[in-house]
């Protein structure tokens, strides 16, 4: 499973980046709008420290509109990905963008059918937000199940990325049911390192290696 860092914050995936185990970075028009940067700005720093796929969401509504973004931002790196929203304008972008070898991730997927439709149009990623499912009573991985089966059946090549995640359980979640990828806020990253018996045990190894050897 690839793990992709879910921010606009150049410093948070500097640090997560020295760990090794991030692939890709997913950014979205609201977390650009907190770093309080422009998009352009930040993508062109982001793929100089990680070199994986970078998804940038384009703000257009309309077909020409998402392809004229889309190319601007595709030009700044080969490793940036069209993030396209999950409409009828964004699936026929996607389309052209499938065809014109330019990657793509869906976004703002809540259903099986729209999954499906994005993997028509040859979407590189396809985005179900299992938070904000949850948020609404309904099943997050659940769904992020659904497609696997489904892309399965079919033999889809677009990747599953279990997006929206909230806490490392999604995590789990997610990588049980079969997600290709989870991207994740800096701080669920960070939570997948801690469990209270490694720190109780790690403490408890560091004392006796401190008593054996005369060491205070
Ligand atoms: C990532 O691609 C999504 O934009 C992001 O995970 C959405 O997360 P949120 O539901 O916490 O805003």
Same mark, same amino acid.
């Given at each position: 499973?690839?793990?992709?860092?879910?921010?606009?914050?150049?410093?948070?995936?500097?640090?997560?980046?020295?760990?090794?185990?991030?692939?890709?970075?997913?950014?979205?028009?609201?977390?650009?709008?907190?770093?309080?940067?422009?998009?352009?700005?930040?993508?062109?720093?982001?793929?100089?420290?990680?070199?994986?796929?970078?998804?940038?969401?384009?703000?257009?509504?309309?077909?020409?509109?998402?392809?004229?973004?889309? @190319? !601007?931002?595709? %030009? *700044?790196?080969? &490793?940036?990905?069209?993030?396209?929203?999950?409409?009828? /304008?964004? #699936?026929?972008?996607?389309?052209?963008?499938?065809?014109?070898?330019?990657?793509?991730?869906?976004?703002?997927?809540?259903?099986?059918?729209?999954?499906?439709?994005?993997?028509?149009?040859?979407?590189?990623?396809?985005?179900?937000?299992?938070?904000?499912?949850?948020?609404?009573?309904?099943?997050?991985?659940?769904?992020? @199940? !659904?497609?696997? %089966? *489904?892309?399965? &059946?079919?033999?889809?090549?677009?990747?599953?990325?279990? /997006?929206? #995640?909230?806490?490392?359980?999604?995590?789990?979640?997610?990588?049980?049911?079969?997600?290709?990828?989870?991207?994740?806020?800096?701080?669920?990253?960070?939570?997948?390192?801690?469990?209270?018996?490694?720190?109780?045990?790690?403490?408890?190894?560091?004392?006796?290696?401190?008593?054996?050897?005369?060491?205070?």
């Amino acid at each position: 499973m690839d793990f992709f860092l879910d921010t606009g914050e150049v410093n948070e995936i500097k640090e997560a980046a020295k760990w090794g185990i991030i692939d890709g970075v997913t950014t979205n028009p609201s977390l650009i709008a907190k770093s309080g940067r422009n998009q352009f700005d930040v993508i062109k720093e982001i793929v100089e420290i990680v070199n994986g796929p970078i998804s940038a969401e384009v703000i257009a509504t309309d077909v020409d509109g998402m392809i004229k973004e889309g @190319e !601007e931002l595709a %030009n *700044i790196h080969e &490793n940036v990905v069209i993030k396209l929203p999950l409409t009828e /304008a964004g #699936i026929t972008a996607c389309k052209w963008f499938s065809d014109n070898q330019i990657k793509t991730n869906v976004t703002l997927c809540f259903s099986v059918n729209q999954a499906l439709l994005a993997a028509k149009n040859g979407a590189t990623f396809i985005s179900p937000f299992i938070g904000r499912l949850d948020d609404i009573g309904h099943d997050g991985p659940g769904l992020i @199940e !659904e497609i696997r %089966n *489904i892309y399965d &059946n079919y033999g889809f090549e677009t990747k599953i990325l279990a /997006a929206s #995640i909230r806490h490392a359980l999604h995590v789990r979640e997610a990588a049980m049911v079969g997600a290709d990828v989870a991207t994740m806020p800096f701080k669920v990253v960070k939570s997948l390192f801690k469990h209270p018996l490694t720190d109780k045990g790690l403490e408890a190894f560091l004392n006796d290696h401190k008593k054996a050897n005369n060491l205070n």
